[in-house]
């Protein structure tokens, strides 16, 4: 196992101890206060986010686009599986022209908190973690038919309390949020997993790993070292390697969180847990590096009380950028214009308390959000022109949801 922690954050690491979930047995990391039940429908408009502006040196089920700027169909069926910090992965079938959820049926996972699923290119197979210590990954076969699960086996996540995984080809990559580290897993021909080929320390808090577009880098922001660690990576044999510049640094206690990439594939937007901001940050294809550009808050104007904010998409148009609010229990909405910079933004209620994930559908219609407090998963119909986003339909349960994802079915 290597190591690219630079001593200062590692003296820091000591100061930053949260953890990253919410239940009994996985690590917790600060919700937003619960409030009162939330305002549905019509978006509320905020002042003018405060930016600022740095010049420093030389990001699961995101949406699909075929081209930059371009939303894509949707598929004929579709199925959602949300998760969280209760024992059950549940779906639910999709309808397209509606965005409406129908609940068909659940397991129970490997694991007493599968808080992060990801599924494979093909929808052939489902990868769970579990938020525990040790921590482990699990496989299970997706039926075509019907989208249900059947369980294959679990491994080693390389580490201790994983908040995320993702499939990347012929591999399964795995942060490790309690023990800092990251870890290459082998998907076997029959979609089971393999012990890690790679296993690094990256940081204090590693909350996500994201492979950058074209598959030679890759990316953790790691919270409680206030960096996102940059590696170089090798899709042929798995193995990570420090960047020659390993770590781009955020501002200090933002808590970098999670990355998304713009369609273009130059620009990224990374969202702090602790600071409630977002950054655009661009991305050098050929050094493999981020730099910040633009940060702002992801609150509205005059939001008080405690927040955390959580989850980043893009829309597949590269029009509209989302982060989730734990605490304002909102989903925040970034016009962007033609260089990736963030606009005035707008608020809107997320359905319930502690708006941990979310995601679009492949053509940016509907976007759905798991409220890991309230329990609850809550489907928005958005409007492409304006970024508003407006409920649809009624609210399913899914027991303290921290995952919810979209899987056409073949």
Same mark, same amino acid.
């Given at each position: 196992?290597?190591?690219?922690?630079?001593?200062?954050?590692?003296? $820091?690491?000591?100061?930053?101890?949260?953890?990253?979930?919410?239940?009994?047995?996985?690590? !917790?990391?600060?919700?937003?206060?619960?409030?009162?039940?939330?305002?549905?429908?019509?978006?509320?408009?905020? @002042?003018?986010?405060?930016?600022?502006?740095?010049?420093?040196?030389?990001?699961?089920?995101?949406?699909?686009?075929?081209?930059?700027?371009?939303?894509?169909?949707?598929?004929?069926?579709? &199925?959602? #599986?949300?998760?969280? #910090?209760?024992?059950?992965?549940?779906?639910?079938?999709?309808?397209?022209?509606?965005?409406?959820?129908?609940?068909?049926? =659940?397991?129970?996972?490997?694991?007493?908190?599968?808080?992060?699923?990801?599924?494979?290119?093909?929808?052939?197979?489902? #990868?769970?973690?579990? @938020?525990?210590?040790?921590?482990?990954?699990?496989?299970?076969?997706?039926? +075509? *038919?019907?989208?249900?699960?059947?369980?294959?086996?679990?491994?080693?996540?390389?580490?201790?309390?994983?908040? /995320?995984?993702?499939?990347?080809?012929?591999? &399964?990559? &795995?942060?490790?949020?309690?023990?800092?580290?990251?870890?290459?897993?082998?998907?076997?021909?029959?979609? =089971?997993?393999?012990?890690?080929?790679?296993?690094?320390?990256?940081?204090?808090?590693?909350?996500?790993? $994201?492979?950058?577009?074209?598959?030679?880098?890759?990316?953790?922001?790691?919270?409680?070292?206030?960096?996102?660690?940059?590696?170089?990576?090798?899709?042929?044999?798995?193995?990570?390697?420090?960047?020659? &510049?390993?770590?781009?640094?955020?501002? %200090?206690?933002?808590?970098?969180?999670?990355?998304?990439?713009? +369609?273009?594939?130059?620009?990224? #937007?990374?969202?702090?847990? %602790?600071?409630?901001?977002?950054?655009? $940050? =661009?991305?050098?294809?050929?050094?493999?590096?981020?730099?910040?550009?633009? !940060?702002?808050?992801?609150?509205?104007?005059?939001? %008080?009380?405690?927040? !955390?904010?959580? @989850?980043?998409?893009?829309?597949?148009?590269?029009?509209?950028?989302?982060?989730?609010?734990?605490?304002?229990?909102?989903?925040?909405?970034?016009?962007?214009?033609?260089?990736?910079?963030?606009?005035?933004?707008?608020?809107?209620? =997320?359905?319930?308390?502690?708006?941990? *994930?979310?995601?679009? *559908?492949?053509?940016?219609? /509907?976007?759905?959000?798991?409220?890991?407090?309230?329990?609850?998963?809550?489907?928005?119909?958005?409007?492409?022109?304006?970024?508003?986003?407006?409920?649809?339909?009624?609210? @399913?349960?899914?027991?303290?949801?921290?995952?919810?994802? $979209?899987? +056409?079915? +073949?």
């Amino acid at each position: 196992m290597r190591s690219i922690v630079p001593i200062l954050p590692l003296l $820091l690491a000591g100061l930053g101890t949260a953890a990253c979930g919410s239940s009994g047995v996985a690590p !917790t990391d600060a919700g937003g206060a619960a409030q009162d039940a939330p305002v549905t429908g019509d978006a509320q408009t905020g @002042e003018d986010a405060s930016v600022t502006s740095d010049a420093g040196p030389e990001g699961g089920f995101d949406a699909a686009v075929d081209a930059p700027g371009e939303a894509t169909a949707s598929p004929a069926r579709v &199925v959602a #599986y949300a998760s969280g #910090y209760a024992p059950d992965i549940q779906w639910f079938s999709v309808t397209a022209q509606t965005g409406a959820l129908t609940p068909v049926s =659940s397991v129970t996972s490997f694991g007493t908190a599968p808080s992060f699923l990801a599924i494979d290119g093909a929808s052939r197979h489902l #990868y769970a973690v579990d @938020e525990n210590t040790p921590g482990q990954v699990g496989a299970y076969d997706i039926d +075509p *038919d019907a989208g249900a699960l059947s369980f294959l086996g679990a491994v080693s996540s390389g580490g201790d309390g994983p908040p /995320f995984v993702t499939v990347d080809g012929p591999w &399964v990559m &795995v942060a490790n949020y309690t023990s800092g580290t990251v870890a290459v897993l082998p998907i076997k021909a029959d979609g =089971s997993l393999g012990a890690a080929v790679d296993t690094e320390t990256v940081g204090s808090l590693a909350h996500m790993i $994201l492979p950058a577009p074209g598959n030679r880098f890759v990316f953790v922001p790691c919270k409680g070292s206030d960096y996102v660690a940059q590696f170089t990576f090798d899709a042929t044999t798995g193995q990570l390697t420090p960047n020659a &510049v390993p770590t781009m640094s955020t501002a %200090t206690g933002a808590g970098p969180r999670h990355l998304a990439f713009h +369609p273009d594939g130059t620009t990224a #937007y990374l969202i702090d847990e %602790t600071d409630s901001t977002m950054s655009q $940050l =661009s991305f050098d294809a050929t050094a493999g590096t981020l730099s910040i550009v633009q !940060t702002v808050s992801t609150r509205a104007s005059g939001a %008080t009380g405690t927040n !955390t904010a959580a @989850e980043v998409h893009v829309h597949p148009s590269g029009h509209w950028l989302f982060g989730s609010n734990r605490g304002d229990d909102d989903i925040v909405v970034f016009p962007l214009d033609s260089t990736g910079h963030m606009g005035t933004p707008t608020f809107t209620k =997320s359905g319930g308390t502690t708006p941990r *994930d979310f995601t679009l *559908d492949k053509a940016g219609s /509907f976007l759905y959000v798991a409220n890991q407090g309230t329990g609850n998963v809550v489907v928005f119909r958005l409007d492409a022109s304006s970024g508003a986003l407006t409920q649809a339909g009624a609210t @399913e349960p899914a027991d303290a949801a921290s995952f919810i994802g $979209l899987a +056409p079915l +073949p």
